[in-house]
């Protein structure tokens, strides 16, 4: 079966015209719960740490910084940008040297950050997206505190543009400047930026990325001996929750796939999961083996799959599990989905058969 999945595919391919897929528009899939996130009363912090910082003419303005952001600068300081501290220099004063060279070399820091206020001017569409995705969260979960939203801009160097403090998240806008920014495609970082990771450096993908990294923070990481199915179930978990919270957001987005491989995991959901249940690879623990349905990259890279398939099919027939799972037990609460960790349970009162 999995071998007739990967040989159907470039005929599949031929036949697609550009007329259907115009026709055949990405459907949004809305959240379960109807919500009306006018009668929540929430205002996000939402700072500008790089608004601030480049603004910071010198050591004075740069201790400043180190008080309004009490909790984000020695992230930003020692984490982001590395150790400054010499043994010639103050941490201030390494700190001002650096941000100095940082925020004014045109072909460093300050290139940056011209294209981040081209790209998202005033960040308050992104603002009011943000505060609707967080009343969504806040009804689901109540007694959470909401962090403080920060953003900044970093060299480049981070491979996670999502950062945490202590009740922090920290928003890395460098990293979502556009796929056509020149400096992603550099020769010298194409092993920390390849093409499919480039395609989603763009300010769609800003939300999904933030809310992601919300999601993954209210689920315990699985145990070493974790199956491909315990797997699924995990990552399933997490695009049900950040479907809930963004519900008008593309699910291609949401799963970071191009409307083609939307459409093709759609087309091909029942072929792709027999192909998974005669494999026998649900139950699976090898964590090589795992990773070929998990990970992220230009397609899916287990024996059978390959080119021209949809990446991290194993998250996306999670996914698929988990909706099928709530709509059989509309009863279950998020917090109950969360809660529950059997995930043989839930596949079995999922009932599903694409």
Known sequence: MIKKIYKALPILFLLITPLFLSQCAEETENATDEIDIEKIDLKIKFQRFDEDLFGAKNAQEIAVLEKKYPDFYP?????????????NQSALEAAANLMRNFSTIPDFGLGLKQRADSVFGTL?????ELTEAMKRYKHYFPKDTIPEFVTFISPLRINFPVIEGKNILGIGLDLYLGSDFKPYHSFNLADQFPGYRIRKMRKDYLLRDLVTAMCQNKLKPLG????????????GKILYMVNSFIPETKDSTKLGYTPEQLKWAKQNESDIWAALVDSKVLYVTEPDEIRHYINDGPFTTAKGFGAGTAPRIGAYTGWQIIKKYMAKNPQTTLQQLLAETDADDILNKSKYKP
Do not use: H
Not at 75 to 87: A, K, L
Not at 124 to 128: A, L, Q, T
């Open 124 to 128: 308050e569409p992104f603002k009011k």
């Open 75 to 87: 992230v930003y300081m020692y984490q982001i940008m590395g150790d400054i501290t010499e043994t």
């Open 224 to 235: 070493n001996n974790s199956r491909l199915l315990d797997e699924m179930i995990y990552e």
